[in-house]
């Protein structure tokens, strides 16, 4: 079996697992989903959106291309009139797209909204998913914001290495590498010497000392602990490589919970939320139901490793759960 039908069957898998569990209750039941695990109802086009004008925004890199298909794709399917705007650049180019008008809304990850737009301290930023919503939500709301529900996934840094390391050394969780730290080499991108999710926060938050510190370009994150440069690397915790090769990477549990949440948030404007009417953040929140870490791994395996394009990822992940035919 190929990896790519591996990675296919899946999303089926999982959806299967969500029918049984639910006994496919009664379709169109508004109550599934509080658990982040329901999903599955075919969105039903209402007439009323027909003339409600809506672009959707994303920053410029993988996950946030995919995301961005999902929510126009699904949009377009509630019969709104959908645009996209899927290349943008960085989080402060997307808010002043959305700020000016040019963009209806796109996914953020709440802790570079905190980070980034309201200069909260790294090491401030909450742990806790929800905690973390609350605070940007909050924030947003004061720009003429709003932002609806997160998806279940965390996207974040996080302290990645070989399994066959791990398994050398012992370790399942951050503070493992405690009396291991001094003999091990870690690699991450130049500005992780500032950051909290990064090599600020192994040092003061977890109090290891490491042999080495190396600054690499994140686009060789997985190549310096394949070649033996690195004992330990920063990862993304929703990277393809997780999917694709899990019996020879593992990130580590950061178990005293020093790295910010980063949950993706849908963020709009509230004069369009108020236009669009209620099927615009139902649907949303509704087709990111399913979106659990596992699932964004495969998606970006798909686009990153298939060579899908993510319209096409977007597309089947809307099908094989149930939500588009």
């Known amino acids: 079996m190929s990896s790519s039908y591996a990675r296919r069957r899946l999303l089926f898998a999982l959806f299967a697992a969500v029918v049984l569990a639910f006994g496919i209750a009664a379709c169109g039941d508004d109550d599934d989903g509080d658990d982040g695990g ?22 410029n890199f993988t996950e946030q ?16 009139d959908v645009s996209k705007d899927l290349n943008l650049g960085s989080e402060q180019v997307a808010l002043k797209a959305l700020e ?6 796109y996914p953020e990850y709440t802790s570079t ?9 790294p090491e401030e930023v909450p742990n806790d998913p929800q905690e973390a919503v609350d605070d940007a939500s909050g924030q947003f709301e004061q720009l003429g914001l709003t932002t609806f529900a997160p998806a279940p996934f965390n996207s974040a840094n996080a302290v990645g290495l070989l399994k066959s390391t791990a398994d050398e050394l012992g370790v399942e969780k951050v503070s493992d590498l405690e009396g ?9 991108s130049p500005e992780c010497r500032q950051r909290v999710d990064c090599l600020v926060g192994l ?31 920063i990862l993304f915790t929703t990277d393809a490589q997780l999917f694709t090769d899990p019996d020879k990477y593992v990130i580590l549990e950061d178990d005293m919970e020093i790295f910010p949440a980063g949950n993706p948030v849908f963020v709009a ?12 953040q139902d649907t949303v ?7 659990g870490l596992e699932v964004m791994r495969e998606l970006n395996a798909r686009v990153d490793i298939d060579k899908e394009t993510p319209e096409q990822a977007a597309r089947e992940y809307l099908q094989e759960f149930g939500y588009i035919e």
């Open 100 to 105: 000016d008008g040019e963009i209806s809304g």
């Open 38 to 59: 329901g999903g599955g109802d075919l969105i039903e086009s209402n007439p009323d959106n027909g003339g409600v004008q809506l672009t959707v925004g994303s920053k």
């Open 285 to 291: 929140e509704k087709v990111q139901e399913n979106l």
């Open 203 to 233: 040092q003061d938050g977890y109090g290891l000392e490491l042999k080495e510190f190396k600054p690499v370009d994140i686009a060789l994150r997985y190549e310096v602990i394949d070649k033996g440069d690195a004992d330990l690397s």
């Open 113 to 121: 909204a905190l980070t980034s737009f309201f200069d909260t301290p």
């Open 180 to 188: 291991e730290s001094q003999d091990l080499v870690l690699y991450g």
């Open 65 to 80: 291309y995919i995301l961005g298909e999902i929510y126009a794709q699904a949009l377009s399917a509630a019969g709104y």
């Open 269 to 280: 404007s509230q004069s369009v939320v108020d236009e669009a009417g209620t099927d615009f």
